[in-house]
């Protein structure tokens, strides 16, 4: 760190500005540069122009600093390393939502890539930066960083909801496969709690937790953290337990009691999180997002269908109460997967991905009303869907309100690919790279995404054009497991590989563990797939129904490494320490 300047007032002008650039500008504003061909000393030339002494070294000390503190601070300095070098910075980027991104050993992300994906006024912001770290300026650089009084990352969502798919959730799914293909039956309420357990207790669960942490953040909101998202966590965790002891004992009372009682816990939960996200949307900036910016009407759309979905398990728990039967009716289980799937799910995603996932692959903006053509096509799929459940309606309405959701859920999905160009846009050069390859997951989960919508529109025009029984339960049960597992689930561990780190300040722990988590996960989708041909061949049935062993020791992987990394077991190795950050770009506008 250089000394600061002492501008001593006995140097002639001209010396001044050689040794000091920013010295020009200055006494160019005082009429002082050319002053006797700048030959005077500084002191002289103020007496002769009658100009206190004390206000231009003033001048000339500030706008040294201001010069110093960009050179300082450019804005390909990670966010790391400006609280580790400026502690002065610290109450600044906890002001603009940033006091707990990049860690001391997180990720070299710069302050300007954070500055986008927070759409934040990047020069205001730079220059509020600048300004603290200039207090700095002269000291001896801090060996730590003084903590952040911003609320720390709380695993505990994400723990939870990884605990639950690997005992209750994608486990037991594994153990009913395998039953299944050995030829021994498993009970419909057994498959249903597991699909319960997947939705509720896996991927929304997970959703709510980077929500908690990560929505004021990208809002601008700042780093806050209501104390009801401990409280919706256990509601959750506790409703999904419930429904997976009460179901199976639906013939007596206790079991009717804990389905009862689990319904009422979940709908709490999502309405405690309903309310977050609402009084969030409520408190944004002006200027900051447009009211119809894509993420904020995403968003607000999903939690609507979130509150639509918990509606229709609210009307399951009340059904479990009153029937001595198990196994739940088509007309709650349907339109409960539909609205939490592609409603709440794929509202959040969509909106999640219009912004953070065009910065992560660097792939630039949607083409223009594409996502607007996507929401509506998806306000519209929803309703029609939950439509044909309705018990006044002949069969024919009924199956075509049916197809209609299915099919405008689809394009949906295809016009949202089409305007963001995930799958065959190219990132730019400079984007950040991360450990682990999440940039492949994340592409490779939306191609899961169009793969899920070309299948549903084809069974629907088979189904319609042909004789085919297209629209068959085992061939909608793959479809939906491409969406579940290949795109929501290698979404969830892509975008967790390349922001959990960010969040807990530590690097990746294995690279080589994501990898095969990636290909396990795509293998078990392939071997889903398998359910088509099934039909004519019983074979390729067996051979599928091993997809439940490839998915849980994804599972199993993508756990262990993400603990390791939260735990920072692993220290940077000293090829990745010593690599040099490269320049930051992007394509996405921010607000000035």
């Given at each position: 760190m250089q000394n600061r300047p002492t501008f001593d007032p006995k140097l002639p002008a001209r010396v001044l500005t050689e040794r000091y650039p920013v010295a020009r500008t200055v006494l160019a504003s005082y009429g002082l540069d050319a002053c006797c061909g700048g030959e005077h000393p500084l002191e002289q030339a103020c007496a002769a122009k009658g100009i206190a002494l004390v206000d231009v070294v003033a001048d000339l000390r500030s706008a040294h600093t201001v010069a110093e503190s960009y050179n300082l601070v450019p804005p390909t300095m990670s966010v790391g390393e400006v609280r580790r070098r400026f502690p002065s910075t610290a109450p600044v980027l906890e002001r603009y939502g940033l006091g707990d991104c990049g860690g001391e050993e997180g990720p070299e992300e710069p302050l300007a890539w954070f500055a986008t994906v927070h759409r934040l006024p990047l020069e205001d912001f730079l220059r509020d930066v600048r300004e603290a770290?200039?207090?700095?300026?002269?000291?001896?650089?801090?060996?730590?960083?003084?903590?952040?009084?911003?609320?720390?990352?709380?695993?505990?969502?994400?723990?939870?909801?990884?605990?639950?798919?690997?005992?209750?959730?994608?486990?037991?799914?594994?153990?009913?496969?395998?039953?299944?293909?050995?030829?021994?039956?498993?009970?419909?309420?057994?498959?249903?709690?597991?699909?319960?357990?997947?939705?509720?207790?896996?991927?929304?669960?997970?959703?709510?937790?980077?929500?908690?942490?990560?929505?004021?953040?990208?809002?601008?909101i700042g780093g806050i953290r209501p104390k009801s998202a401990?409280?919706?966590?256990?509601?959750?965790?506790?409703?999904?337990?419930?429904r997976n002891i009460g179901q199976p004992l639906a013939f007596y009372s206790v079991g009717r009691a804990l389905s009862f009682v689990s319904a009422g816990l979940e709908a709490a939960s999502v309405v405690l999180f309903a309310r977050f996200v609402f009084k969030l949307l409520a408190g944004v900036r002006e200027g900051k997002y447009d009211r119809k910016d894509p993420i904020l009407r995403f968003v607000a759309i999903g939690t609507v269908f979130?509150?639509?979905?918990?509606?229709?398990?609210?009307?399951?728990?009340?059904?479990?109460?009153?029937?001595?039967?198990?196994?739940?009716?088509?007309?709650?289980?349907?339109?409960f997967y539909f609205a939490a799937l592609y409603g709440f799910l794929l509202g959040w995603i969509f909106g999640f991905g219009n912004r953070v996932v065009s910065l992560f692959l660097g792939v630039g903006s949607a083409r223009r009303r594409t996502?607007?053509?996507?929401?509506?096509?998806q306000i519209c799929a929803v309703p029609l869907f939950a439509a044909s459940y309705l018990p006044s309606l002949t069969m024919r309405t009924a199956l075509l309100l049916r197809d209609s959701g299915m099919t405008a859920a689809a394009i949906a999905a295809l016009v949202y690919l089409a305007g963001n160009g995930f799958l065959w846009r190219r990132g730019a050069p400079t984007v950040m790279r991360a450990p682990g390859s999440p940039s492949f997951a994340i592409r490779a989960a939306f191609a899961c995404l169009g793969i899920w919508a070309v299948l549903e529109i084809t069974a629907v025009v088979l189904a319609r054009a042909t004789r085919l029984p297209a629209q068959n339960p085992w061939?909608?049960?793959?479809?939906?497991?491409?969406?579940?597992?290949?795109?929501?689930?290698?979404?969830?561990?892509?975008?967790?590989?390349?922001?959990?780190?960010?969040?807990?300040?530590?690097?990746?722990?294995?690279?080589?563990?994501?990898?095969?988590?990636?290909?396990?996960?795509?293998?078990?989708?392939?071997?889903?797939?398998?359910?088509?041909?099934?039909?004519?061949?019983?074979?390729?049935?067996?051979?599928?129904?091993?997809?439940?062993?490839?998915?849980?020791?994804?599972?199993?992987?993508?756990?262990f490494n993400l603990v390791r990394t939260m735990r920072g077991a692993r220290m940077p190795s000293r090829k990745e320490s010593s690599r040099t950050p490269v320049a930051f770009a992007s394509a996405l506008p921010v607000r000035n």
């Open positions: 770290a200039a207090r700095d300026a002269g000291k001896v650089p801090a060996a730590t960083t003084r903590p952040s009084s911003a609320p720390p990352f709380s695993p505990h969502f994400i723990l939870g909801s990884l605990f639950l798919t690997l005992t209750l959730g994608a486990t037991t799914g594994m153990i009913n496969l395998l039953r299944i293909a050995a030829g021994g039956d498993v009970p419909i309420s057994h498959r249903q709690i597991h699909g319960h357990t997947q939705i509720l207790g896996f991927a929304a669960l997970f959703l709510m937790g980077i929500a908690y942490h990560a929505l004021p953040r990208i809002l601008g401990r409280t919706s966590f256990w509601l959750m965790f506790i409703g999904v337990v419930l979130f509150l639509v979905a918990i509606a229709f398990d609210g009307a399951q728990g009340i059904w479990l109460a009153g029937h001595f039967e198990t196994a739940l009716p088509a007309a709650l289980v349907e339109p996502p607007e053509t996507a929401m509506v096509l061939w909608a049960d793959s479809a939906r497991h491409v969406f579940s597992i290949g795109f929501v689930t290698l979404l969830i561990v892509g975008m967790s590989f390349r922001i959990l780190p960010v969040f807990s300040g530590k690097r990746l722990w294995s690279p080589r563990l994501a990898y095969a988590t990636y290909a396990l996960l795509l293998g078990g989708v392939a071997l889903r797939l398998l359910q088509y041909p099934a039909a004519f061949e019983p074979l390729f049935y067996r051979l599928g129904s091993f997809m439940g062993v490839f998915v849980v020791l994804a599972l199993l992987l993508f756990v």
